[in-house]
């Protein structure tokens, strides 16, 4: 099949969960005999990257009109263009969906979480993500939830069914350990917090508790947010010694961090399913998780929830970093096994195959 891709920042990922599942998925799909292009905002030295065409397009550098932009002109683009399915990520770019199939190309949009919700947007972006939730549920061919939780709000408010396909995540540790070492952390003796730094992602708190915790491990505070700089300012404020906050790192150091930490915590508020604790889940860290439905239902017994409160958080990260090496095995192969058995790239990527061959053979 001919698929594109529109809707994130593009691949290779060096933004966040969208990207990563782009990339992810259509490096899967080429391997399978696909031809694949994702739209992107960046550039890359090369016109393909690992078998997926990648054409890049401008957008408008502004918190509000980055995503849209970009995606609204990657839908005219593609119009010229032929493809015997469309997928979209991002639930604010619904409006752009039924352009292509008019045109007689289907189209899938992948909702991600209840954006709404996030504390960064003002009102009239609420309102935008309100109304596209709306548009979601008629004007692309298909929708897809990547957590249960988020099928069954649409249900509910909107009486729509969708595809439930959630986020995949590699198994196992890497060995390589230069880039935690460069970062002057020591393997399995450090906390790691992987996300956007944005207030619904919670890096503060995560910070302020740390600091409460009595230990010789380091908190490495990792990613960063393109408009987010009074936030991220307040994060970086603090004096001890043992928290290290470097910026955003993708790809082998990334993979590296996930791999050796002790323990992972997951603070994010709002979305689906989170690609970051599947991954942390996956190379078998004790993982300490935001208790929301979406975290419950990717976690379950696999890892421990905490309440959005600084005591908490501290007591539950004093308690993690207080397990015996035993301790920390058993809840180790309970996070490895529940990733193998539910959230495995094979999986994600077989079930988008079959709806993007469903969709392409029914129009």
């Not at 599942?21 to 005999?33: I, K, T």
């Not at 915590?265 to 970051?276: K, L, R, S, W, Y």
Request: with cysteine; net charge neutral; aromatic share 12%.
């Amino acid at each position: 099949m001919r698929i594109a891709l529109l809707g994130t920042r593009g691949i290779p990922a060096n933004y966040g969960g969208f990207e990563t599942f782009a990339e992810e998925l259509s490096v899967r799909l080429v391997e399978r005999g696909h031809e694949v292009t994702v739209y992107c905002r960046q550039p890359h030295p090369q016109p393909e990257y690992r078998g997926v065409r990648l054409r890049y397009l401008p957008t408008l550098r502004h918190k509000y009109f980055d995503t849209v932009a970009h995606t609204g002109l990657s839908t005219v683009d593609l119009l010229f263009r032929r493809f015997d399915v469309v997928l979209y990520c991002n639930a604010a770019n619904a409006v752009f969906t039924l352009w292509p199939r008019l045109a007689g190309m289907p189209t899938a949009l992948n909702v991600d979480g209840l954006e709404y919700r996030r504390k960064k947007w003002n009102q009239i972006a609420k309102l935008w993500y309100v109304v596209s939730e709306w548009l979601a549920t008629f004007y692309p061919s298909a929708v897809v939830t990547d957590a249960a939780t988020i099928r069954e709000y649409y249900l509910q408010r909107f009486g729509k069914e969708s595809t439930f396909i959630p986020y995949g995540a590699e198994v196992g540790k890497l060995p390589g350990t230069e880039h935690v070492r460069a970062l002057g952390l020591e393997p399995g003796k450090y906390v790691l917090y992987v996300s956007r730094m944005e207030p619904e992602n919670n890096a503060l708190l995560v910070r302020q508790a740390f600091e409460q915790v009595r230990t010789d491990y380091k908190l490495a505070l990792i990613g960063d947010a393109p408009y987010a700089a009074d936030y991220i300012r307040q994060v970086k404020e603090t004096r001890d010694p043992r928290i290290i906050i470097p910026g955003a790192i993708y790809g082998e150091g990334y993979h590296q961090l996930q791999s050796h930490s002790a323990v992972y915590v997951q603070a994010t508020e709002v979305g689906g399913t989170h690609p970051a604790l599947l991954e942390a889940m996956g190379r078998g860290a004790l993982v300490l998780y935001l208790e929301t439905p979406e975290g419950a239902e990717t976690a379950a017994d696999a890892a421990v929830p905490f309440q959005p409160d600084v005591e908490d958080l501290a007591r539950k990260l004093q308690w993690a970093v207080d397990q015996p090496a035993e301790e920390r095995t058993i809840w180790s192969r309970r996070a490895i096994e529940r990733i193998e058995k539910l959230y495995s790239w094979k999986v994600v990527t077989d079930a988008y195959e079959s709806l993007f061959n469903e969709l392409a053979t029914s129009k």
